[in-house]
């Protein structure tokens, strides 16, 4: 079946702008979580859904980030006024309810000039 | 907080060599450990994983056991192949007994086999 997807998979800004990420998770995969990956370094949480509630928004680095999952599947990850330490590879992955193991898209790499 | 070091890559070893990659976490109670591989130009894919202490994870060759007394979770395999080339990331999930959470990560391992 299909995997994860997430579009788009770049996306080059300018500084200052507004971008938005959209993730579309395994159908029937309850939960759906955000990570955020810099060049040489492992993916960072940030943050995660069950359905539609937002669960843990602890790794969302300000308040320039927020997401949103308004009917339980797709998710849009949304960064307002970005700045060039945002750029990174940013990471969807989901899962059956209560289930370890995640499973991850091919990711969107963020660059912003 | 919770946190998973393993060791510097790249680590380059010969075709058929044994590998070890080490990984040590810090975390309370009893997480959930997991190794993670990716290929060049692919995303991330479970490797393998183990839930409690002294279970085996196993996968394509690949091993890990669980230890708790030495927080350790090492990624082994007996003979590597030019295949096997890919990045390597340890990680853990807490359970925290509130349902899914995320995973802490490792920065990776580079593994390079040469033929």
């Known amino acids: 079946g299909a995997g994860v997807s997430q579009s788009p998979r770049y996306k080059v800004t300018k500084r200052g702008q507004d971008v938005a990420l959209r993730c579309d998770p395994i159908?029937?995969?309850?939960?759906l979580y955000w990570y955020r990956q810099a060049l040489g370094q492992g993916p960072e949480f940030l943050t995660y859904f069950n359905y539609e509630a937002q669960q843990d928004k602890s790794g969302l680095p300000n308040d320039r980030f927020s997401a949103e999952r308004p009917e339980g599947s797709i998710s849009t990850l949304t960064i307002q006024r970005t700045e060039q330490r945002d750029s990174a590879m940013y990471r969807c992955?989901?899962?059956?309810?209560?289930?370890?193991?995640?499973?991850f898209g091919p990711g969107t790499r963020l660059t912003v000039l | 907080g919770d946190s998973v070091t393993q060791m510097e890559g790249p680590v380059t070893l010969s075709e058929e060599a044994f590998l070890t990659i080490n990984c040590t976490y810090t975390a309370t109670g009893y997480p959930s450990l997991f190794w993670y591989v990716q290929y060049p130009g692919e995303g991330l894919q479970l490797l393998l994983k183990a839930t409690k202490a002294d279970d085996k994870g196993s996968n394509k060759g690949f091993e890990a056991t669980y230890r708790k007394e030495t927080t350790s979770f090492h990624l082994e395999k007996g003979s590597v192949q030019v295949s096997d080339s890919a990045v390597y990331f340890c990680?853990?999930?807490?359970?925290?007994?509130?349902?899914?959470?995320?995973?802490?990560f490792g920065k990776g391992t580079h593994l390079i086999i040469q033929p």
């Open positions: 159908s029937g995969h309850v939960s």
């Open positions: 992955a989901s899962s059956l309810a209560g289930a370890d193991t995640q499973y």
């Open positions: 990680a853990l999930r807490p359970n925290s007994g509130g349902g899914a959470d995320g995973l802490t």
